[in-house]
């Protein structure tokens, strides 16, 4: 695939990814509001999600299940981050009684993916930089309307800071890891050891308190499913977009979730939006559109290793000889068990 479809496929997948993520709230506040908790919804919608996936693949895209050792490892450190990442958001939220506060600290995560990404050694254009402000400023403006107000809970904007930080590490790692695997088999697993992080948690947080697996009402699983769905798209289309199109111009755009949501919940909810609002999502607009320009990328979204990964499914002669025995080993144990036909040669033997 050529660079430009490269770059169309990736602004498609992370145009499409705020406005999955942006009505995982929608379907998220109604499930709560028919008798959740937090931490067993969070476990349904991530655990539900992998299931589904693993569904679909299993029936339709058998392919993208094969994985190699390596990027079975990167796979699930990207999903135990984002699986922690979403523990210290959630009790965040908690503590924080400031919705527009708990907003704007979770929108940091785009200077940190701006941090990461230049540590990393990409180049950060200028209009990236003023993208980024522009959206901060929208979120300001569209968390400026919200009528929540609270103490501020310095625990808490903590625990929502480093939400935030570790969202962005996964992504910024989720390149690395891409580079040896496509996006949907980076979807799968990763989205499978987030779920299996967040379930521990639950586990945990039941056995301290007494929490519930099922709502109160019957109509929340219609919720619960909707919240599911919308979960396991939004990280297929997420992945793609960061193996199109890199982790900070995915990020830059996923910022538009916020003006999503509002949208959503006036459509749907009945919940009105201020004047103020209004300006908030119209600078989100702006920073989205400013998109088409800001190619000014100078480093290739993938830099190979200087050398081959030790674990990354071929002997090296300079390996040790124990990384390329389990590595074959490997190999071996992912061949398909069914015996092979004979293959006979027609004419006369030799």
């Not at 009505?23 to 476990?43: E, N, Q, V």
């Not at 929490?211 to 939004?234: D, E, K, N």
């Not at 080993?329 to 040669?345: G, I, M, N, V």
Request: aromatic share 10%.
């Amino acid at each position: 695939m050529s660079q430009p479809n490269h770059r169309n496929v990736g602004m498609a997948a992370a145009l499409l990814t705020p406005v999955f993520m942006g009505l995982t709230p929608i379907f998220g506040k109604l499930a709560l509001r028919s008798g959740m908790d937090a931490y067993t919804l969070s476990a349904f919608r991530v655990c539900l999600a992998a299931l589904l996936l693993w569904g679909v693949y299993a029936l339709f895209l058998r392919r993208y299940t094969y994985i190699f050792p390596a990027g079975l490892i990167g796979t699930a450190v990207v999903g135990v981050v984002n699986g922690l990442g979403s523990v210290l958001y959630y009790n965040g939220l908690l503590l924080l009684d400031n919705a527009s506060l708990v907003q704007l600290l979770t929108m940091t995560y785009a200077i940190f993916a701006m941090l990461l990404t230049r540590i990393y050694g990409q180049h950060v254009s200028p209009l990236s930089i003023l993208r980024a402000v522009l959206a901060l400023g929208a979120i300001y403006f569209l968390s400026a309307g919200s009528t929540s107000v609270g103490r501020v809970h310095w625990l808490g904007v903590g625990l929502v800071i480093g939400g935030a930080f570790l969202y962005a590490l996964h992504i910024v790692l989720s390149q690395r890891v891409m580079f040896e695997m496509p996006a949907p088999t980076m979807t799968l697993y990763a989205l499978t050891f987030m779920g299996v992080t967040v379930l521990a948690v639950r586990l945990i947080a039941g056995g301290v308190a007494p929490l519930g697996w099922t709502p109160t009402q019957t109509q929340g699983w219609w919720f619960i499913g909707g919240l599911t769905v919308v979960t396991a798209l939004s990280r297929v289309t997420l992945f793609a977009g960061v193996r199109n199109l890199g982790p900070l111009q995915t990020v830059l755009l996923n910022m538009a979730e916020t003006g999503v949501t509002l949208l959503a919940a006036f459509i749907w909810l009945g919940e009105r939006m201020m004047p103020i609002q209004w300006v908030g999502v119209a600078l989100l607009v702006v920073s989205v559109g400013l998109s088409r320009w800001d190619v000014a990328v100078t480093d290739v979204v993938y830099r190979p290793l200087p050398q081959p990964s030790p674990l990354g499914g071929l002997p090296r002669p300079d390996a040790h000889p124990a990384v390329n025995a389990f590595n074959a080993a490997w190999r071996l144990f992912q061949r398909d068990p069914r015996p092979s036909q004979p293959h006979h040669r027609e004419g006369p033997s030799s």
